[in-house]
């Protein structure tokens, strides 16, 4: 038998391994190289390929993916990362600043093409370039079961973007989260990736923030969201988007119909945009999330998607934060919002405007239509005293002497405003409960602490946080 003795592993404290199941893995990991052919380690380690001893196998998949890691760092030429051997079963793994370089990131998409226990790859900041990312396509041609991965920040540049097209053209892979962010992606990147992502329908997140798209890659962007029937979420902050293509862009959102959340912060693009965002929202009935923060938009600006917003059914979040909007601008929008019977408005962000006490008045009639709304600003101007100290009255003190007076505990308060009595309600009804209700009058930035410390960060409040905290 020594002479059958199995190839050993570089580091003595890697898992034991069985010398005949894995007689035949150093010829397999080099047709491992491409991917199509690595699917071929599981069979060729068995001589009878039924369902029973695939499942029997799986007791066998921390040596044999570890020994097919190795093995491919061993091809490349690059230092195993240990992390990756810890972690190779885990549904998440972060390698983002690892240092892979293309050959690293290689062997990586290697030990992955039979993987079915990562779903989500992080590998940002790798200097992975082209080669790297061509590794990576080709192993998601035969991994089905990785589903979200980011490559941000690792020059991919045209060739990179041609290769990702080419992956997305294909739309046969289980991927539907990408982050592309920092890419160093141009106007002709743009043009690639749009033309493929016109057909494709699997993508429906992709991150394409802090590139170098200008007013040409706007276009592209916008006729692609025009057909595009996948993507739900896409981030566009930190490119070049001046008003040509700010506006082509909002053209292409008019009749998209599946688009939900969009970042479009920090382009700078002006109060000239500001019109067809208007529009936008006066037509488009899928958005929920629109971030327009850091625009250069003005009073002019928001009088302009104040008009969106006086029509519009399905926002529920608009932020406009680092835009030069006053108070002025900032009482058109809410107003704007208070004439919408249908509007969906939970948070409108103006979180560097100051405010005066008369527009705190002004905004209680807003609540008073639309409860759910919050609408966050920087600090209100000039307020007395006295309207200081009910602000920023501690709101559980307040509830806590009411039990205390009614001699009841501060969770049978809460239990009795929910109309099932349990100890959880989702947080819009919650929000819309507290400022309706009257037996401890709270504003809407005193209800806001009250979800701060019972929110379960799932969408629900849970009272019972209430028996470990004091008010």
Known sequence: MDNDKPLQPETEDEIEIEPVRQSSDKMLYCEAEPPPTVEKVKPAQENSETDLEIEDDDKFFTTGQKELYLEACKLMGVVPVSYFIRNMEESYVNLNHHGLGPRGTKAIA????????????????????????????????????????????????????????????????????????????????????????????????????????????????????????????????????????????????????????????????????????GEVLRLNSCLVYLDIGGNDIGNEGASKISKGLESNESLRVLKLFLNPINMDGAILLILAIKRNPKSRMEELDISNVLVSEQFMKTLDGVYAVHPQLDVVFKAVQG???????????????????????????????????????????????????????????????????????????????NFSFLNTMKP
């Open 110 to 277: 290697i030990a992955l093409v039979s993987n079915p226990a990562v779903t989500k790859l992080e590998l940002e900041d790798n200097c992975i370039m082209e080669e790297g990312v061509l590794s990576l396509v080709e192993m998601l041609q035969e991994n089905y079961y990785l589903q979200e991965m980011n490559i941000s920040n690792n020059h991919l540049g045209l060739e990179g973007a041609r290769i990702i097209s080419d992956f997305f053209e294909r739309n046969s892979s289980s991927i539907w989260s990408l982050e592309l962010s920092g890419n160093d992606f141009k106007e002709d990147s743009a043009a690639l990736l749009c033309q493929a992502l016109s057909t494709n329908y699997r993508i429906k997140k992709l991150d394409l923030s802090h590139n170098q798209f200008s007013d040409v890659g706007g276009e592209h962007l916008g006729q692609m969201l025009a057909i595009n029937v996948g993507l739900t979420s896409l981030d566009l902050s930190w490119n070049n988007f001046h008003t040509r293509g700010a506006v082509a862009l909002c053209n292409g959102l008019r009749g998209n119909v599946t688009l939900t959340k969009l970042d479009l912060s920090m382009n700078g693009f002006g109060n000239e945009v500001a019109l067809a965002l």
């Open 383 to 461: 307020l007395s005293p006295k309207k200081t100290i009910f602000l920023l009255t501690n709101p559980m003190k307040l509830i806590q002497s009411y039990a205390d007076q009614h001699k009841i505990t501060i969770v049978d308060f809460f239990k009795s405003l929910n109309p099932t009595g349990t100890m959880k309600m989702s947080v819009d009804e919650f929000q819309k409960v507290m400022i309706e209700q009257n037996k401890v009058p709270l504003n809407q930035y005193q209800v806001r602490e009250v979800i701060k410390k019972l929110d379960e960060k799932t969408g629900m409040v």
